[in-house]
């Protein structure tokens, strides 16, 4: 009878299930992941110095878009 009970607490969906992803399964929405990535890329291309190269490399496509 116990092991009826665990099973539905763990069936509820917790509400921050839907904005950060089911942690349970090992995913995560998008944005969340983002989110957590970005600030880490950007610290890791100013101390390689890749921000130069992307800046130079995104203006390069908008010039070949005609922008």
């Known amino acids: 009878m ?3 009970g665990r099973r539905a607490v763990r069936e509820r969906s917790h509400p921050t ?3 950060f992803g089911d942690l ?3 995913t995560r929405h998008p944005l ?3 989110a957590m990535v970005l600030p ?3 610290v890791l291309a100013v101390v390689f110095g890749g921000w130069d190269t992307a800046v ?3 203006s390069s496509v908008a010039g070949m878009l005609g922008r």
């Open 17 to 19: 299930a839907d904005v």
């Open 24 to 26: 349970s399964s090992g």
């Open 56 to 58: 130079a490399q995104a």
């Open 40 to 42: 880490v890329a950007a």
């Open 32 to 34: 969340v992941a983002l």
């Open 2 to 4: 116990e092991q009826s």
